[in-house]
Every structure is written in structure tokens, then in C-alpha cells.
């Protein structure tokens, strides 16, 4: 193995652990994603990864409230990367209760397949829970 292709695994490995950090593990779209931009244009993965970190885990903004807002947002375009923010938010503190009241914020503005959506993640996350009595 070349040391530019292990210079390029490492730091795969390295935005991966980020997202394995916040949520637990790397997304499918995200795991595809890292590995060809690293191979096909490595500077515009950085500049992604960076603004990404800085946009998350700016200095204003804690963790649990940009984790519920990005699941509000990805909610109201009803887009399955809801599910991430969902549990992140969740990792971050975020209760049941704040959840749907996002979720009714998103509904205000895209209506009930965005309430759908929510139901269908939280119900989904709650049977994984432990402490509702699912998951390992």
C-alpha cells in the first residue's frame, strides 16, 4: 500500500469517526461518500468536512439544540437524513417530547408527511431505545 493511500484511509477513518462521535455510527450515504470525494477531490472533502464541523459545533449553538434544529429542517423537506439527526439529537440529550415538538414545528410548515416521517423515526428509535425497554 502506498503512503497516499494510507494517508487517504486515515483520513477517511478520521471524518467517519466524526460522524461515529455524534451518532453512533457512520450513515450509509456518508460511508459511500467519504472514500470516492477523498479519491476524486480530497480538498473539496475538507472544505466539507470543516464548514460541516463549524456549522454543527459552533460556539453559539449547543449540540442537542443544532441536532434538533437540523432534524426540524430535514424533517420539513422530509428527507430520510432526519433519521441521523434524530438520533444525534438524542445522543445529545434530547427528549421524546422535544422531538415531536420539532416534528409539530416541521408539520406547521410541510404538513402531515413530515409528522409521518417524525413518527415513523421516533417510534422506530424508541423501540431501539434501552431505556424504553427495546434494543440490546
Known sequence: MS?????S????AEYAAAYERLIGFAPPKIRARL???EELDPELLELQE?????????SVL???????????????QVGQG??????????CGASWEELHAVAALAYLFRGLPAMN????????????????????
Open 117 to 136: 416521517l417524525a413518527a415513523d423515526i421516533v417510534n422506530e428509535l424508541r423501540e431501539d431505545d434501552p431505556l424504553e425497554g427495546g434494543g440490546a
Open 62 to 76: 449547543d449540540d442537542k439544540t443544532a441536532q434538533l434544529m437540523l432534524w426540524g429542517i430535514l424533517l420539513g
Open 82 to 91: 432526519a433519521r441521523w439527526h434524530g438520533i444525534a439529537a438524542r445522543r
Open 3 to 7: 503512503n497516499r493511500s494510507e494517508h
Open 50 to 58: 470543516a464548514v460541516r464541523q463549524k456549522a454543527m459545533h459552533g
Open 35 to 37: 472514500p470516492l470525494s
Open 9 to 12: 484511509e486515515a483520513r477517511v
